[in-house]
């Protein structure tokens, strides 16, 4: 692949993530492993993707599976080992495959060593490494309400946690066993950075930062001359704890996210990691609650801070005013309205990330397309085709290649996710019926995304010897890897020749982007042009049929279909679309 090496390579590239617990058991104790993602290497490059994101597999207690960090220099034990994560780099680059670690470094593990030192005693060295503060004056510590700020967690409950070692609180705006970094701390970036930079020397070929608009937080100055960090207002916590006692925990996104320092931040990392090294690094930052205008400064090249950010607007367009777990009804029309925003936003300067589902999130053909039988896995293949025809890099989530949807959760004894698991224990005692609770949870719970891969139509999907560590999605039987690699057909198919059509034809990653029929409640359309060349992208999002696309506004004689869902046909633009069925033209 010649354009892995020119400076801005990722825009024709495809990102496959793999949540490694989930992905292929190589030992047979139930939970993936490298072994089991170096095994089915040859799955990824048949499908065509450049680089492969893989979730953490550092050393980790595992309390957010993963993304609770206790050595960011070693592989966990579950996972395999660093000669294992050298041997699976080797052989990615020896297909012209990339690897990207996910790097979590708002916060590490309450087990990494720096915490240890940290909590140890408030005149440690490290002492300031982390967010530390006194009690609430006037308030016995450890009890409700001592809490330093009216701060909540992602994760439910208080952002604070008392520490009787040294009779303070430290932060953590996950879960507790999830400290907040102090970034304003040099020391602390810089032990950051020198990670980073070993990780590149060992073969690394970027990052994907988990939460990093996190970093900066808002101070104001304390009574006592220490830097403080302040109350929020009293509304619900936009971070997503969904169940929120208002008095008690305040807005936080205004003091936490994109704070004061964020860019000055981002541009010494930029500077102290990214900037000497050759091109074929990637940069990806995931940034919650990020509006355009962020988003542009962040990846704006002539800043020099990130390559591309996972926004989260077409995501939370379900979540009602109490936040992820209030599921309120979204239409197409949302969707398409935003996604074009961003399109037209990111136009002129910065670059988009293109994703419908990842670990966070439910399966995306469930949330964004059908879950009928009967149309799932045209949906599944309309949703690509839209969106691997924007403008900016696809990812695919392992498993969405298939057109996997939710699992349809019943049991809470079917969950193993630390948010779901919290939430469901703080709804059901603020009074919300275990229905209601369960109900949501089944709709967006991250356990969705994170069942094994099916690879087979076996009693493990192929998944694992063993006994998995979560149960196997109940539609691995039918739908799996085995089934639809080698059928034209199939969703698998269908995506690898959106990812061909990305690599052959240099509009897809450099044309503008023009949307069609904007108000249109059913009909994506939209046009991309790039030297000459122009393609027009058409699909029904709905499972209504015989839906026709007044396309006046284009000139399309003479077009010619590349990419069509329904096999075996070649209809016309204008033709009339079946239920979800999507179409790719060259136009003359």
Known sequence: MSHVTARDWWKSAVVYQVYPRSFADSNGDGVGDLGGIIERLDYLERL???????????????????????????????????????????????????????????????AHAWFAESRSSTDNPKRDWYWWRRPRPGFEPGTPGA????????????????????????????APEQPDLNWENPEVRQAVYAMMNRWLDRGVDGFRMDV?????????????????????????????????????????????????????????????????????????????????????????????????????????????????????????????????????????????????????????VSRFGSDDPAH????????????????????????????????????????????????????????????DTMGALSRKGRDNARLPMPWDASATGGFTSGSPWIEVHPLAGEINAAAQVDDPASVYAHYRRLIALRHDEPVVAHGSFRMLLVDDPQVYAFVREYDGVRLLVVANLSSDPGVVADLSEVAYDDAELLIGSV???????????????SRVFRLA
């Open 212 to 364: 990093v608009c996190l970093l900066s937080k808002v101070l104001v100055d304390g009574p006592d001359g220490r830097p403080q960090l302040p109350d929020g207002r009293l509304e619900r916590d936009p971070l997503g704890a969904g169940v929120v006692d208002t008095s008690r925990y305040g807005d936080t996104t205004p003091l936490v996210v994109n704070g004061p320092r964020i860019h000055e931040f981002i541009q010494e990392m930029h500077r102290e990691v990214f900037a000497d090294r050759p091109p074929g690094v990637l940069t990806v930052g995931e940034t919650p609650a990020t509006t355009i205008e962020q988003a542009r400064l962040y990846t704006d090249p002539a800043r020099a801070e990130l390559d591309m950010v996972f926004q989260f607007e077409h995501v939370d367009l379900d979540s009602g005013p109490q936040g992820k777990w209030d599921i309120v009804p979204m239409t197409m029309l949302d969707l398409k309205h935003s996604l074009n925003r961003w399109q037209e936003g990111l136009a002129a300067a910065g670059w988009n990330s293109l994703y419908l589902g990842n670990h966070d999130q439910p399966r995306c």
């Open 147 to 174: 809490e330093p700020t009216n701060w909540g967690s992602a994760f439910s409950g208080p952002a604070w946690t008392y520490d009787p070692t040294t009779g303070e609180y430290y932060l953590h705006l996950f």
């Open 376 to 435: 799932r896995q045209q949906s599944a293949k309309a949703l690509a085709t839209v969106l691997h025809l924007h403008r900016g890099t696809p990812y695919v989530y392992q498993g969405d290649e298939l057109g996997l949807p939710n699992a349809g959760f019943t049991r809470l004894d079917q969950l193993r996710d630390v948010e779901s698991l919290n939430y469901y224990a703080a709804a059901v005692a603020s009074g919300r019926s275990p229905e």
């Open 567 to 581: 096999q075996d046909a070649t209809p016309g633009p204008a033709d009339p679309l079946a239920p979800w069925e």
């Open 48 to 110: 065509g993707v450049d680089v492969l994101w893989l979730s953490p597999v550092y050393r980790s207690p595992m309390a957010d599976n993963g993304y609770d960090i206790s050595d960011y220099e070693d592989v966990d034990p579950l996972f395999g080992s660093l000669a294992q994560l050298d041997e699976l780099i080797a052989e990615l680059h020896a297909r012209g495959m990339k690897l990207v670690m996910d790097l979590v470094v708002n916060h590490t593990s309450s």
